[in-house]
């Protein structure tokens, strides 16, 4: 199933007018930071167009926020890239590094990390600045979904590092994708976007917490169907056409054709809850500066949904070939040209 496959989404995103900006600002942080260290590194991290992804999905951040956006957007994937489950103690340090990354919000902002890598450094050095003007509860909360993406993370190179990568049957699959993915954490980040806070009894709501899980499964299963020819090469198991093949059998098209059947109908269900929030505000008893977080709450999910889908028809990350010394490492499964977890 090639990258460029489409879906009819009910709803238009814009682009921050800051992307410009922004990206020549964050290109060369993540130099300085050590978060790319050859040219190799740095023209394959050009590839993803990371920025654009960051201007798609947070596109009322200011200018400055922009930056610190883009900033942060690039560590998880710089993260995840990291992964490589052929050499033996790869496992063990990626969870050390992902222990720091979980903690690190829990510190006084500004804390110098205790394990020290370029990421460790540069997520300590972001979230100062993301954390700064938010309150301790929307601070709590993205710590905790933040936390839940690294676990999730670190469970899946485990099971990579121990041969079992291929064993999860498709209801498992589907809730730990739903981990995986990172969006509960990105959505929050929205909120920090535009400075304002969803209340908490809303964040509470079974609604919320299942237009939230929908939208999860909805951009994960997109990014799997976008990422799959890429993913099959590298022989990365972790992708919902994989899981459906072995699970059912049948051809290839036939598991992606349920692939986007699955996530149709995620789209579906999420549309038809947002239809139901305005009776949730009155259930709640909201004034009207809660529903009009509410109702941007509801935009940063929109913002997600489309701003990603948009970004990766086009992003190097998802391409199932490069030219370039990218391919080489990415081929023999190497995951990153760089190493960013050794001093």
């Not at 994937?77 to 790869?90: E, G, S």
């Not at 889908?309 to 023999?332: C, N």
């Amino acid at each position: 199933m090639p990258q460029d496959v489409r879906f009819d989404l009910p709803f238009e995103t814009p682009v921050s007018a800051h992307l410009e900006y922004a990206r020549s600002r964050h290109l060369r942080w993540i130099w300085d930071m050590g978060l790319v260290r050859s040219q190799a590194g740095f023209d394959e991290y050009q590839s993803w167009d990371l920025p654009q992804a960051a201007a798609r999905t947070y596109p009322h951040a200011s200018a400055e926020d922009m930056v610190v956006l883009m900033n942060w957007f690039s560590l998880a994937f710089l993260f995840d890239d990291q992964f490589d489950a052929i050499r033996p103690d790869r496992a063990d340090r990626i969870a050390e590094v992902a222990r720091e990354l979980i903690v690190t919000p829990l510190r006084p902002a500004g804390s110098r990390p205790r394990v020290v890598c370029p990421i460790t450094l540069a997520w300590a050095e972001v979230w100062e600045h993301l954390s700064a003007g938010m309150s301790l509860t929307w601070q709590t909360r993205f710590a905790a979904s933040w936390g839940r993406f690294l676990v999730a993370h670190c469970e899946e190179v485990d099971l990579a590092a121990r041969g079992l990568a291929g064993t999860l049957d498709l209801a498992q699959y589907t809730v730990f994708r739903r981990r995986t993915v990172g969006i509960h954490h990105s959505i929050d980040a929205g909120e920090r976007s535009r400075r304002f806070e969803v209340p908490a009894q809303v964040q509470a709501h079974p609604l919320m917490e299942r237009m939230r899980d929908l939208a999860a499964d909805t951009i994960g299963f997109m990014n799997d169907i976008h990422s799959f020819e890429r993913e099959r090469r590298r022989g990365d198991g972790h992708n919902l056409i994989a899981v459906l093949h072995r699970e059912r059998g049948g051809s290839w098209q036939d598991a992606a054709d349920e692939a986007y059947r699955m996530t149709t109908e995620c789209l579906r269900e999420y549309v038809e809850l947002e239809a139901r929030v305005p009776g949730m505000c009155d259930e709640l008893g909201l004034d009207e500066a809660g529903r009009d977080e509410v109702r941007r709450g509801v935009e940063a999910i929109q913002h997600w949904i489309n701003g990603n889908y948009e970004w990766a028809l086009t992003s190097g990350r998802y391409a199932a070939a490069k030219e370039g010394p990218a391919v080489t490492a990415e081929l023999a499964g190497q995951g990153s040209v760089d190493d960013l977890l050794a001093v």
